[in-house]
């Protein structure tokens, strides 16, 4: 599957019907995030079973604001609508992988049930 462009309008959409989805926050001027690019599009190609989304920051800044991306490119990875993963910083197609086979191994339902028992912030 090759990666697509989400908006405001299409992000939760995006983040709720879809098993694994990882965003990647990027803009055009930044060097680091079309470095990764190249990386982040094969990934999508080796797995057909997450969704790689990307958010241009400059197109998109309310969506950016509300994800809080204060650095680019910042990679986040959801399951099952939940953020489990979010960190600044370009990543190597090891590295990148490597997240990818952490997430589809999740348990879910465990950290549901952190969730649930977590207090109220």
Do not use: Y
């Amino acid at each position: 599957m090759a990666t697509i462009d989400i908006s405001e309008k299409t992000f939760n959409d995006t983040i709720s019907g879809n098993d694994i989805v990882l965003v990647d926050f990027w803009a055009a001027w930044c060097g680091p995030c079309r470095m990764f690019a190249p990386t982040f599009s094969k990934a999508s190609e080796a797995h057909p079973d997450v969704v790689f989304a990307k958010v241009d920051t400059e197109a998109e800044p309310g969506l950016s604001a509300a994800a809080r991306i204060t650095s680019i490119p910042t990679l986040m990875a959801f399951r099952d609508g939940i953020l489990v993963f979010s960190q600044p910083g370009a990543m190597n197609a090891s590295g990148l992988d490597e997240l990818i086979t952490a997430v589809k191994g999740l348990d879910m339902e465990e950290i549901r049930a952190k969730m649930a028992a977590a207090p109220a912030s």
